[in-house]
């Protein structure tokens, strides 16, 4: 929903400031300094130094940098462009907004929303988005260039929050691409008043056989409500999480005669080998400071980047605030109420929560090991808790919090042309040759025209191409990769705290324990990349990629190969079928490549002619395959259901 939001602030932006009084239109600006929200009207805008953009700097400011009567925008090496709600560059008039004549950037550009509208276009520079970055034109190039929408960066607009209002009452937003599955809170690991599951025995936690010690576990039986798959609404059911690879993390604090005990269980799925997980206790958790410290689990998805061949990372990160808290509620979503999650919890994917991993101190690492007595011995009060605080959530990160057959799916409101992290170029005339193209939602492309497309590269879990070369071989090779490093799949986490006295000390020690268990082993460091859209117009196309094809795929032209290092794969949900409406006017049809269809595969027989050249020296797999052709020819496989 905050992706929905953002999109309709974005249409209604107007511009940052106020056009000053009766000023005169400028014919030419050149900026040659650091300056902070100017306000320009101009004619033509040269940037040589920096122009920051902040909203921060007045209550007022609450839409995009913009100047006034522009025609032409040049922001030079080494030019900054520097916002945080980011820049609007078009002709702004009193009346309206129109196309700019010309916009060139040699340098960079960095804001959340990057919106640049122009006849010409010409970036060979650095644009950087948080939220969108959305280029029209209708001669446009970015070769050579890199283009980034990362709602995983530093900046918070898209990662979400947790709030706590003066009454106590939390409220929450999840970040982008993340979805809540199931949720429970309450006392004794129930919700439902009056309903009580049977104490806690604390001895029988300290068993390595499915108890709480790890790396077998399992965790206590919880009521938890759970989004239904079949229906709009949720249902209660209880789970339990369980496995035998926890890697614990303890931390143990004193102060006085109270000892806080924080253990934090983890299972990873050891097939992912790019997914990197750590733990850290935060050093101010819930701000109760008597209470012992946040854990914060953090998990990495580890990736090579497209344009410097670097190692980078994409994370999420987990706070647990259960220790801190004399009550297990749940929090609210906003803006409806169609999920929930228990207060005690916080989700995030912007990097700024590394400072809890890094040098500065405020991320404390583990400094005690689980003992077969740890959670018990003689000496304690109570060997059997009764009201032990519980909170219970599943999260969905990645493709897997939207699309068919996740909870919750709404066909319209789940596309991703409506998820944050969106790079989209629409032009008449488009040149992409060794461009770098990056973002966490979708990459759209559309232009009836691509000059060129050699050496571009896109890093996207989502790609929609609608694009044309009418003149020469329209030849598509190795633009996306099969998968990118981002994490994907689901995060089942179950925490609970009590207390106990042990009686044999003088004077005698209050514990408080807090246990959270976190099963990420349904969570992947790859999500599979989906062309959502891929239609393509030429004389003669060449494939030599990878399609996973999403809801839709036409290519449009007489001569169409697929080489051996490609592939098509359409899904069980959306385009499920080849027909002559996929490949309306091939003539010549080649694959050496692999071929993978659901349902039917109908290539010239469902039409009144058929194909002239059919070779396939490939893999061909599908239910049902039909071909009709005039010149047939198999060296490879048809593979059917039969």
């Not at 400031?17 to 600006?29: G, K, L, S, Y």
């Not at 196309?99 to 550009?109: C, F, K, L, P």
């Not at 995060?491 to 408080?512: C, D, E, G």
Request: glycine letters at 8%; proline letters at 4%; one cysteine or more.
């Amino acid at each position: 929903m905050i992706g929905k939001l953002l999109v309709w602030l974005v249409s209604s932006w107007l511009v940052f400031t106020a056009r000053p009084a009766q000023a005169a239109t400028a014919q030419v600006i050149t900026n040659f300094a650091n300056v902070l929200n100017p306000v320009y009207d101009t004619v033509s805008l040269v940037n040589f130094n920096t122009i920051n953009a902040s909203n921060t700097q007045s209550s007022a400011n609450t839409a995009l940098f913009s100047t006034f009567n522009t025609l032409n925008y040049t922001n030079a090496l080494p030019g900054l462009f520097s916002g945080d709600l980011g820049f609007q560059f078009d002709l702004a008039t009193n009346n309206a907004r129109l196309w700019a004549n010309n916009i060139v950037n040699q340098g960079t550009i960095v804001g959340d929303t990057l919106l640049l509208s122009a006849t010409n276009l010409n970036n060979s520079g650095n644009l950087q988005a948080g939220n969108l970055l959305q280029m029209q034109g209708s001669t446009v190039s970015v070769s050579r260039s890199r283009l980034s929408a990362l709602t995983s960066s530093t900046n918070f607009i898209n990662d979400g929050f947790r709030f706590v209002n003066t009454n106590g009452q939390v409220t929450y937003q999840n970040p982008n691409m993340v979805g809540d599955v199931y949720w429970g809170a309450g006392t004794s690991d129930v919700m439902t008043a009056g309903l009580r599951l049977g104490g806690l025995f604390l001895p029988s936690l300290n068993s390595s056989n499915f108890g709480l010690m790890g790396p077998r576990i399992s965790s206590p039986t919880h009521e938890v409500q759970e989004l239904s798959q079949f229906f709009l609404g949720t249902t209660t059911t209880f789970r339990s999480l369980s496995g035998t690879n926890y890697q614990p993390y303890v931390r143990q604090t004193q102060q006085g005669t109270n000892v806080n005990i924080q253990v934090v269980l983890v299972q990873t799925n050891s097939a992912s080998t790019n997914l990197l997980t750590d733990v850290r206790f935060g050093a101010f958790g819930g701000f109760n400071f008597s209470a012992g410290d946040a854990p914060v689990v953090r998990f990495s998805a580890v990736g090579a980047d497209i344009t410097t061949g670097a190692i980078y990372t994409n994370s999420v990160y987990l706070f647990d605030y259960t220790a801190s808290q004399t009550n297990s509620i749940l929090s609210q979503y906003q803006p409806d109420t169609s999920s929930s999650r228990p207060a005690d919890y916080d989700f995030h994917r912007s990097s700024y929560w590394d400072i809890y991993f890094d040098s500065s101190g405020i991320g404390s690492t583990t400094n005690a090991t689980l003992t077969t007595n740890f959670y018990y011995r003689a000496g304690f009060s109570l060997d059997t808790v009764t009201n032990n605080l519980y909170a219970a959530w599943r999260v969905a990160v990645g493709n897997a919090s939207f699309g068919p057959g996740s909870p919750g799916y709404n066909v319209a409101l789940d596309d991703p042309t409506n998820l944050l992290g969106r790079v989209e170029i629409t032009a008449n005339d488009l040149d992409l040759s060794f461009a770098r193209i990056q973002a966490d939602g979708i990459v759209s492309i559309r232009a009836p025209n691509l000059t060129s497309s050699v050496g571009t590269k896109i890093d996207a879990p989502f790609i929609q191409l609608a694009i044309a070369n009418t003149n020469s071989t329209l030849t598509l090779t190795n633009f996306a990769g099969a998968s990118v490093a981002r994490p994907n799949g689901t995060i089942s986490v179950y925490s609970t705290t009590w207390t106990n006295v042990f009686t044999n000390a003088s004077p005698q020690l209050n514990y408080r324990y807090s246990v959270l268990v976190v099963d990420a082993s349904q969570l992947s460091g790859v999500t599979p990349v989906t062309l959502q859209q891929f239609n393509v117009r030429g004389t003669n196309v060449v494939i030599n990629n990878d399609l996973n094809i999403g809801r839709e795929i036409q290519i449009d032209s007489p001569a169409v190969t697929f080489t051996a290092l490609s592939s098509l794969n359409l899904p069980l949900i959306g385009a499920t079928n080849i027909a002559s409406t996929n490949f309306p006017n091939v003539n010549y049809f080649t694959n050496l490549g692999v071929i993978t269809v659901p349902y039917d595969c109908t290539l010239g027989s469902d039409r009144a002619t058929p194909i002239a050249t059919f070779f396939n020296a490939g893999k061909l797999v599908a239910n049902n395959i039909s071909i009709r052709a005039t010149d047939y020819q198999n060296t490879g496989t048809n593979q059917t259901a039969g």
